[in-house]
């Protein structure tokens, strides 16, 4: 069994920064590729970023390209999402999600099988 943990969410002024983390459980973490969503209150789960199970290749949503970066430390079974100049809108509960192989990055909800439990990101006007 899969157990994604994330954290490093909290409450942040508009133009500021946070990290998020997900540290996953397992030996398999470097050969799955995998992704950062978000959902705000009333709204669907929506595409944030992913990355491959190497690194190399990552993903962005448009509205938040230039502004967050997706990474991975395969030695610590972590994946991390730098947030920066924050806005209200980026305000949601962020999830973390394994994908089904090494390769997608992309945006579908279903080709992810493991998800955390999520964290809490509130941005302040």
């Known amino acids: 069994q899969v157990q994604l943990v994330e954290s490093g969410g909290g409450l942040v002024q508009a133009g500021g920064s946070l990290r998020l983390s997900c540290a996953a459980s397992?030996?398999?973490?470097?050969?799955?590729?995998m992704g950062w969503f978000r959902q705000a209150p009333g709204k669907e789960r929506e595409f944030v970023a992913a990355?491959?199970?190497?690194?190399?290749?990552?993903n962005y949503a448009d509205s938040v390209k230039g502004r967050f970066t997706i990474s991975r430390d395969n030695a610590k079974n972590t994946v991390y999402l730098q947030m920066n100049i924050l806005k209200p809108e980026d305000t949601a509960t962020y999830y973390c999600?394994?994908?089904?192989?090494?390769?997608?990055?992309?945006?579908?909800?279903?080709?992810?099988?493991?998800w955390g439990q999520g964290t809490q990101v509130t941005v302040s006007s």
């Open positions: 999600a394994r994908n089904s192989g090494p390769y997608y990055i992309g945006r579908a909800v279903a080709e992810y099988d493991y």
């Open positions: 397992g030996r398999t973490f470097s050969e799955y590729a």
């Open positions: 990355v491959n199970w190497s690194g190399h290749s990552t």
